[in-house]
């Protein structure tokens, strides 16, 4: 996959099969829309391409909100769309004056100007330009001027997935894992770089790695324990990782901690990336009355992940 971060320079991509969106999580409705240009691409003897924007429209139209988290950073979304095997993903710069476009222009500007299409496949509602004006009646009155088709996603098949990027990030809020990996159709992931912590696990014989997240607007699950998988360089390990406050050890902290407990693993690895896989919530995170009853705790939710992950 060319990955084209600058629209003004794309080459010309011959018979362009053209969808666009955030593709946020590239869940399992997106993974739809990708499946759709890839079979017209080969039928059509075309090349599929992906638009997508950065940041995150709702981020420059909504600066005061700071709620909105994303499931996948942008390296991760680039990530996920090469697995697909996608030609051509342009990333396009979302700011004000982009935001601002009339639907016209932004149709002739960037997509006919800068991608040529020869198709565009876009959902029923599926809107763009200036206070999302533009919707499919117009692009198929554009494409009759510039000369592509214009391939509408059915209703019923945005309903059959049943999937939205918000339903998931509402699920990883709420610690729902199960579910947000049903929609995702894979194990919701983070990166993070292991950090030096207080070692606390280390005494309680469940040393643990610190995370440190390599992207500010990457969600967080809910406080609590997970089973996770630990991928360090070319090796998977089953784990357990805690996010919260560590009440036990460090009292009325504020900053919340995203540690992992990687089974069968003796090794230094500060300053090395990971990336976790979440299966389950295995608890809520709580206090404990001493550091004996706190090791017999990851005890069980040690026996507890390793039953999830067989």
Do not use: C
């Not at 579910?179 to 912590?197: C, D, Q, S, T």
């Not at 809910?222 to 990782?241: F, I, P, R, S, T």
């Not at 500060?270 to 299966?279: K, Q, S, V």
């Amino acid at each position: 996959m060319k990955v084209h971060q600058h629209p003004d320079r794309i080459p010309k991509i011959p018979n362009a099969v053209l969808t666009i969106g955030t593709f946020d999580g590239v869940h399992k409705g997106h993974q739809k829309i990708i499946r759709r240009i890839l079979d017209i691409a080969a039928k059509t003897n075309g090349q599929s391409v992906i638009l997508t924007f950065f940041p995150h429209p709702r981020m420059v139209l909504n600066p005061t909100d700071h709620n909105l988290k994303l499931l996948t950073t942008l390296e991760e979304k680039i990530e996920l769309l090469r697995q697909y095997e996608v030609d051509h993903l342009v990333i396009v710069p979302f700011d004000r004056s982009f935001s601002s476009l009339a639907p016209e222009t932004y149709v002739e500007d960037v997509l006919v100007k800068k991608i040529h299409p020869a198709r565009i496949v876009i959902g029923y509602n599926h809107h763009f330009g200036n206070e999302r004006s533009g919707n499919i009646e117009l692009m198929k009155k554009l494409g009759t001027k510039f000369g592509f088709e214009v391939d509408e996603i059915p209703k019923q098949m945005v309903r059959d997935a049943g999937i939205s990027s918000t339903k998931i990030r509402d699920a990883v809020l709420r610690g729902d894992i199960e579910m947000a990996n049903e929609g995702l159709g894979r194990p919701f992931y983070l990166h993070g770089l292991v950090i030096k912590g207080n070692s606390i696990g280390h005494t309680l014989g469940f040393p643990t790695a610190n995370l440190e997240l390599n992207d500010p607007l990457k969600i967080i699950p809910a406080n609590g324990v997970y089973a996770v998988k630990v991928h360090w360089e070319d090796q998977v390990y089953n784990g357990m990782l805690n996010i919260g406050f560590k009440p036990t050890v460090t009292g009325r902290r504020k900053v919340i901690s995203i540690e992992v407990n990687i089974f069968e693993f003796d090794r230094s690895i500060y300053g090395e990336l990971l990336r976790i896989d979440f299966y389950k919530a295995i608890r809520d995170e709580k206090k404990f009355s001493n550091l004996a009853e706190l090791r017999r705790q990851l005890q069980q939710d040690k026996q507890a992940s390793l039953t999830l992950l067989k």
